[in-house]
Nanobody
Framework: EVQLQASGGGLVQAGGSLRLSCAAS????????IGWFRQAPGKGREGVSC????????YYADSVKGRFTISNNNAKNTVYLQMNSLKADDTAVYSC??????????WGHGTQVTVSS
């Protein structure tokens, strides 16, 4: 069974940086996406970024382009989200998920990111 574990959240001042990690295991297919999502208090879930396991193609929400970078370390089965120039609006619970056959079917527990202004 696919399992995902997100970590790396914390409290940071505006303009600072954090790196989130998503440790993934249990895949039985080679072609999938790992994505990062976030949900701020009182708001809906927002897709932040995702990366393809097969060719490394990446996607970003407009709100984070140029500030966040997603990458993967296949040897460690870990996907990273480097977040720079953080803003108060980036405050949210961040979760990672796996998409297989176009379905975000597997979710890990979230990690809190708080950006103080």
């Amino acid at each position: 069974e696919v399992q995902l574990q997100a970590s790396g959240g914390g409290l940071v001042q505006a303009g600072g940086s954090l790196r989130l990690s998503c440790a993934a295991s249990g895949f039985t297919v080679d072609d999938y996406f790992i994505g990062w999502f976030r949900q701020a208090p009182g708001k809906g879930r927002e897709g932040v970024s995702c990366i393809s396991s097969s060719d490394g193609t990446t996607y970003y929400a407009d709100s984070v382009k140029g500030r966040f970078t997603i990458s993967n370390n296949n040897a460690k089965n870990t996907v990273y989200l480097q977040m720079n120039s953080l803003k108060a609006d980036d405050t949210a619970v961040y979760s990672c998920a796996a998409r297989i056959s176009n379905i975000w079917a597997y979710w890990g527990h979230g990690t809190q990111v708080t950006v103080s202004s």
